[in-house]
């Protein structure tokens, strides 16, 4: 495991990462719009009274921070997606892969690879990638409605359906990418309990 410990790193990055993100950047940006989660946060996205609801707030909040001086929520959630969610995406994808190989990796003692194994190991680099363009194209939506320059008009109201969709697909595929990666990682505790050979009797 010595020779992996890059990788391990990246895994380490990428979960500080998202809780930065998710206690400290999202609830400093939920509290400029009364309390209302950000769409990344949500498996399911709002529906169309809820994006309403959440357009309303970005806009108040908007003519608010235009009045003071300050940076609004809308701004401030650009800038996440600009910034810290535009580095996560591809350092998560890229730990589930690893964590993913890394299960299958024994050079001090080589077994056979299952077929059902390499095929997990597959799946979890579509699913992973999957989860990558779900929420690139995600962040791209959400900033496209809740933008500041969006929020000088109308909710784009056909998006909202799509935005779910898309996060709902982010959330799904990286779940599943982890029961895999998990699934993988018992197999490789049993096969080493298995290939280890039982002490002898004193």
């Known amino acids: 495991m010595k020779r992996l410990w890059p990788g391990w790193l990246l895994c380490v990055l990428a979960a500080g990462l998202l809780a930065y993100m998710?206690?400290?950047?999202a609830p400093a940006i939920s509290l400029l719009i009364g309390g209302m989660k950000i769409p990344d946060l949500l498996p399911f996205g709002?529906?169309?009274d809820g994006a309403r609801s959440l357009f309303a707030a970005f806009a108040s909040d908007l003519a608010d921070a235009q009045a003071e001086g300050r940076q609004s929520a809308s701004e401030a959630y650009l800038a996440l997606h600009a910034g810290y969610d535009l580095v996560f995406p591809p350092l998560f994808t890229i730990s589930l892969g690893f964590c993913a190989f890394a299960a299958l990796f024994r050079p001090e003692k080589p077994i056979e690879t299952p077929r059902l194994a390499a095929v997990g190991f597959g799946l979890v680099l579509a699913l992973a990638f999957t989860y990558l363009a779900?929420?690139?194209i995600e962040n791209a939506v959400?900033?496209?409605?809740?933008?500041?320059k969006a929020l000088g008009l109308a909710l784009n109201e056909q998006f909202v359906f799509v935005l779910r969709v898309l996060t709902a697909g982010k959330y799904t595929t990286s779940i599943l990418a982890l029961a895999l990666v998990a699934a993988l990682?018992?197999?490789r505790l049993v096969s080493v309990r298995r290939a280890t050979p039982p002490a002898a009797p004193t």
Do not use: T
Request: some cysteine; hydrophobic content about 45%; charged content about 20%.
């Open 134 to 136: 779900c929420d690139f």
């Open 46 to 48: 709002y529906d169309l």
């Open 142 to 148: 959400a900033d496209s409605m809740f933008g500041p």
């Open 185 to 187: 990682w018992v197999w």
């Open 22 to 25: 998710g206690c400290v950047k």
